[in-house]
């Protein structure tokens, strides 16, 4: 039975070492990849040692150009009974990332669906705040303007108290900084807020405080690298 693997990548630069053995294996020898973009895959499988020379590899990309032609590839592998190979852009594919459609259709055309461990840096930040474990929910990303974004924020702290949830949201690396002035403009002192940037990379940064404690400290310059930020108790 053709199997599809929803092999997760790293989610920082220089970090092939947070990946286990076992997917790399597996990565090495696939011909087939559903990929987010073809040409962070084709740079990750390449480092990964793939058994064949990657111009022999089809990379098919989800949702761009053709709508259609990442489900055609994968049709086509699976009746040809070819194994194929889920990549995210960074981390975990189904999670933040489109390629849910694929393995939705996986489940219709009855195969194996097999995910595989990797880095998550939802769970990461979740994991590191010290905020509920037990119920969280995650928002994808909130309004990019200043007015907005304080709306949304105040928005997803109510729910944090009401329902006893942690909340979760990303934004774009260049947006960070503003995003951090902005909540501590806006939430309330007793919120507690968390900043989790390039988690597993060289610049790694945590950190979880109420917003009465931000404001006490010094406020940190975000670089522009990947984030995830949580709205909670503490």
């Not at 037990?134 to 105040?154: N, T, V």
């Not at 949830?165 to 260049?174: A, S």
């Not at 960070?176 to 309330?188: G, K, N, R, Y």
Request: aromatic content about 6%; charged content about 20%.
């Amino acid at each position: 039975m053709p199997t599809l693997y929803l092999l997760p990548c790293p989610i920082a630069e220089n970090a092939m070492h947070t990946l286990p053995p076992y997917v790399l294996e597996i990565a090495r020898r696939l011909e087939v990849f559903i990929v987010e973009r073809a040409k962070t895959a084709r740079h990750f499988i390449k480092a990964c040692g793939p058994e064949k020379p990657l111009q022999e590899l089809i990379f098919a990309e989800i949702g761009k150009h053709n709508a259609g032609e990442a489900p055609a590839v994968f049709r086509e592998a699976i009746r040809a009974g070819k194994d194929v190979g889920l990549l995210s852009e960074a981390g975990c594919p189904g999670v933040a990332d489109p390629g849910a459609e694929i393995v939705a259709l996986a489940h219709r055309e009855g195969v194996r669906v097999v995910p595989m461990v990797g880095p998550s840096s939802l769970l990461l930040a979740l994991m590191a705040s010290g905020m509920n474990g037990q119920q969280f929910a995650f928002h994808g990303y909130l309004s990019p303007k200043r007015p907005e974004l304080a709306r949304d924020l105040r928005r997803l702290e109510n729910l944090a108290r009401q329902q006893h949830q942690t909340q979760l949201f990303i934004e774009t690396p260049y947006r960070s900084q503003m995003v951090l002035e902005v909540a501590l403009e806006s939430l309330s002192p007793e919120t507690g807020f968390a900043v989790a940037q390039d988690l597993t990379g060289a610049g790694e940064f945590i950190r979880a405080l109420s917003v009465r404690d931000w404001k006490k400290a010094q406020t940190p310059e975000l670089e522009k690298a990947p984030t995830v930020f949580l709205i909670g108790k503490l």
